[in-house]
């Protein structure tokens, strides 16, 4: 480890601002997420790191200046206080090599996350999730922060079919408003939709985004296959023998059905075109299952009618 004066460039009477300003300087220039897979700038960075945790330290910078720490701040010798061999009861700071709690002016990680804090996700754990701080010694590692919470906002949108086949539900924010929620064709269950901008606003940063999860909801008449609904008509005895038409509900309205005579229950019609919405245009099929029903009135001719069958 060279001599960490000649790693931040600064003579041996600089100040405290001249040292953090020829730092702020060099990490800009050397940090890892600037210089990819560049190794020997990876190693400078780790080498400049370890500088100012010594000049940028008051008492470290003072223990360095007297000798009793060397180039990577460990200590030079083990000194005996107060006739005590094992060094007991000694007082951290000036005089201790081991003297830690010295008062600062500046982390190499609260500066790093004022360089980087926006690109960086505001602390110096990068995009890529790694912590440039580790593996570069103690001082290092004792002043690393937690990384700020993350300001996106996670909730939930209940979704019906009628949302699918418009395209938008809505969702209620924290804040007690409600904003549209745009739904792509062929969204599923579980689906994650981000919404720019509408997340929680730390203090010093731009808002985070909204992750909204679609919950599909069950629908009473139409059961969902993909682009596709599925659902039931009751087809009265009468028409499913002789023909006729009956009123079918679809998911924009109601329309009248063509049954042919001699229908039997399960017979599944589709409806060409009133399905949801499909990724590269036009919409899916509605496939009506044909339900008999028996009279109520008349089932005593009908029983007998049919004994007459058999007969």
């Given at each position: ?19 953090k ?122 002043q ?13 949108a ?5 949302d ?24 599923e269950?579980g ?35 993909g ?19 009956v ?33 590269k ?31």
């Amino acid at each position: 480890m060279p001599n960490p004066y000649s790693v931040l460039g600064v003579q041996k009477s600089a100040d405290e601002k001249a040292i953090k300003s020829a730092f702020r300087k060099l990490a800009m220039k050397y940090h890892p997420d600037q210089n990819k897979d560049n190794k020997s700038a990876q190693s400078k960075f780790s080498e400049i790191n370890q500088a100012y945790e010594i000049l940028g330290d008051k008492e470290k910078r003072a223990q360095y200046d007297r000798g009793e720490i060397d180039d990577e701040g460990k200590p030079k010798f083990a000194g005996f206080e107060s006739g005590n061999p094992f060094g007991g009861g000694g007082r951290a700071g000036s005089g201790n090599p081991f003297g830690g709690g010295g008062q600062g002016f500046g982390g190499a990680e609260d500066i790093l996350s004022e360089i980087f804090g926006s690109a960086f996700g505001g602390s110096a754990r990068n995009q890529a999730g790694h912590n440039p701080f580790e593996g570069m010694g103690a001082g290092a590692r004792q002043q690393t922060r937690p990384t700020p919470p993350s300001a996106d906002l996670e909730m939930k949108a209940g979704v019906t079919i009628e949302d699918l086949l418009r395209g938008k539900t809505n969702v209620r924010m924290p804040d007690g408003k409600q904003i549209a929620v745009s739904i792509p064709a062929e969204a599923e269950d579980g689906q994650v939709i981000r919404l720019k901008g509408k997340g929680k606003q730390a203090a010093g940063r731009k808002p985070g985004d909204a992750l909204v999860t679609l919950v599909m909801k069950n629908h009473p008449r139409f059961r969902r296959e993909g682009v596709d609904l599925r659902s039931e008509v009751d087809v009265p005895l009468e028409i499913a023998v002789l023909g006729g038409k009956v009123a079918v509900d679809t998911i924009d309205g109601k329309l009248s059905l063509n049954i042919p005579s001699g229908t039997s229950s399960g017979k599944v019609f589709r409806l060409k075109g009133k399905g949801l919405p499909k990724k590269k245009g036009g919409f899916g099929d509605l496939l009506v299952s044909a339900s008999l029903q028996l009279p109520e009135k008349d089932l005593k001719q009908l029983v007998t009618f049919f004994e007459t069958l058999k007969s």
